[in-house]
């Protein structure tokens, strides 16, 4: 047992651990965010995930992208070699089609109204290169089983119409709650395993190659599943 960790090295070790996720799924349709020779961080923030894609794939043309400014200035300022910039809270980005193999999101798809969340999976898809992949982390079913038994009061801002121990069972297959008004672009979103298998593929354009339920363990917010997808 470690005594007096500094947060640093949790902070590492939380962050690693939503990569060796990624790795892992991919690996099971033989690939490896190692193979990507030009990637895009949808939604990077202030770098967390993006300082250590970078390791993994040091060749790799690196880009981030994000809403807020002030995350985008302390990625430039803290990650040398990657390339930041901002992006609306709907399509388009400022890429060519097809610019990137490999292209990856943790915890955006978790807050996207139903119209946005189709219009950024169709924009992504647009930029993927033929043979690349994209992954995306979801919140599911299972996310309100596990705020429902581990971590109730955190189910209330998701805005439940149906008890959560109902949700599997009368809730819709695309839940989306606004917590601000103000932003109604975004808010907590769960997306039913069935939806993505339906609808993700054809949305997209894209191939879904593999899907990991309770990928990355997240308490007290349940779990993120983790969705491949890949142009042929």
């Known amino acids: ?6 947060g640093a090295w949790l902070d590492e070790r939380y962050e690693m651990n939503h990569l060796q996720a990624f790795d892992a799924a991919l690996k099971k349709v033989g690939r490896s965010l190692g193979d990507a020779t030009s990637i895009l961080e949808f939604g990077c923030g202030r770098g967390r995930l993006s300082k250590h894609m970078m390791k993994l794939a040091p060749e790799a043309r690196f880009h981030g992208v994000d809403v807020l400014p002030g995350s985008l200035a302390h990625c430039r300022r803290t990650i040398p070699g990657g390339s930041f910039s901002l992006n609306g809270t709907t399509p388009p980005l400022d890429f060519p089609d097809e610019s990137f193999d ?4 943790y915890s955006v798809f978790t807050h996207l109204s139903e119209p946005n969340h189709k219009a950024w999976l169709r924009e992504l898809a647009r930029v993927l290169k033929p043979g690349g992949v994209m992954l995306h982390t979801t919140h ?4 309100i089983w596990r705020i429902a038994r581990y971590s109730r009061k955190n189910i209330v801002k998701y805005g439940l119409s149906v008890p959560p121990e109902n949700f ?3 809730a819709p297959e695309y839940h989306y709650n606004v917590n601000n008004l103000a932003l109604p672009e975004y808010g907590v979103t769960v997306i039913r395993r069935s939806y993505i298998e339906n609808h993700w593929p ?7 190659i593999a899907y990991v339920n309770s990928a990355i363990e997240t308490f007290p917010e349940g779990c993120h599943d983790l969705v491949v997808l890949a142009r042929e």
Do not use: H
């Open 1 to 6: 047992m470690r005594c007096g960790v500094p």
């Open 102 to 105: 490999l292209i990856y999101s």
């Open 202 to 208: 054809a949305l997209s354009g894209l191939k879904l």
């Open 168 to 170: 599997d069972a009368e």
């Open 140 to 143: 599911s079913e299972e996310t």
